[in-house]
């Protein structure tokens, strides 16, 4: 399995408050994705980071900002919960850089409640 | 809206038969990926196919690509119990900024 962590697990929180969601990679990869999963939609990208300081948005990132200040780390804060962002979000890592042709390799998720 | 489309919902099958799984998409593709989810754990890699590939194996797995037609579809052969999980197409289109596109899935579950 690729060396992708993701912290916390589980959380539960409520409305209004601020919320850090962390991945870590140990593969050296340059990019780095978030995602939401939720029943009926699939995979749906919030943000994603293609090095360190560079950040781009996602089909869905309102409500959301990411940071990467080091190559390791993808960080995905939510400024303010709001119960539409109960979902499981997924860290993914890819070696784009060495050709599009490239997997996306996941992390076992965060499965987020905002209460 | 999401670029990959599979058909069907769900798929119940005996142990043993073959399990197809078909994806469409909208916009023309660099390749289209298949990826497995276990039931709580992240989605797995399987296999990818390029957009001047027709047909693609590993192991058990065979899989098509149409580009004509805007389709791809995943063979799994004499199935396992251990293949039950949901299966994702993603499409990495050619324009635009590079990124995966997922459908919703099909949710496979092999009867013993």
């Known amino acids: 399995d690729a060396g992708i962590t993701q912290s916390p697990r589980h959380k539960v929180t409520e409305t209004g408050t601020p919320v850090t969601l962390r991945c870590h990679q140990t593969?050296?990869?340059?990019?780095m994705y978030w995602y939401r999963q939720d029943p009926g939609h699939g995979l749906r990208l919030i943000h994603y980071?293609?090095?360190?300081?560079?950040?781009d948005k996602g089909e869905v990132s309102d409500g959301y900002s990411v940071s990467r200040s080091k190559t390791e780390d993808f960080l995905l804060t939510l400024e303010s919960a709001t119960s539409s962002q109960t979902s499981v979000y997924f860290c993914?890592?890819?070696?784009?850089?060495?050709?599009?042709?490239?997997?996306?390799?996941f992390g076992d998720g965060t499965r987020l409640s905002i209460l | 809206s999401q670029q990959g489309e599979e058909d069907p919902q769900a798929l119940s099958i005996q142990e043993g038969e073959n399990a197809t799984m078909n994806c469409s998409y909208k916009t023309s593709i660099n390749n289209l990926q298949w990826y497995r989810q276990n039931s709580g754990r992240g989605l797995v890699h399987l296999i990818l196919i390029r957009s001047n590939e027709r047909e693609k194996h590993s192991g058990r797995l065979r899989v098509t690509l149409d580009t004509s037609k805007k389709s791809s579809s995943l063979l799994i052969t004499a199935s396992r119990a251990a293949d039950t999980a949901s299966y994702f197409c993603a499409t990495l289109t050619i324009q635009g900024a590079q990124k995966l596109v997922f459908g919703q899935g099909t949710r496979l579950t092999i009867n013993p």
């Open positions: 980071s293609y090095g360190v300081k560079d950040t």
């Open positions: 593969e050296n990869h340059r990019y």
């Open positions: 993914a890592i890819s070696e784009l850089d060495r050709g599009f042709n490239q997997p996306q390799h």
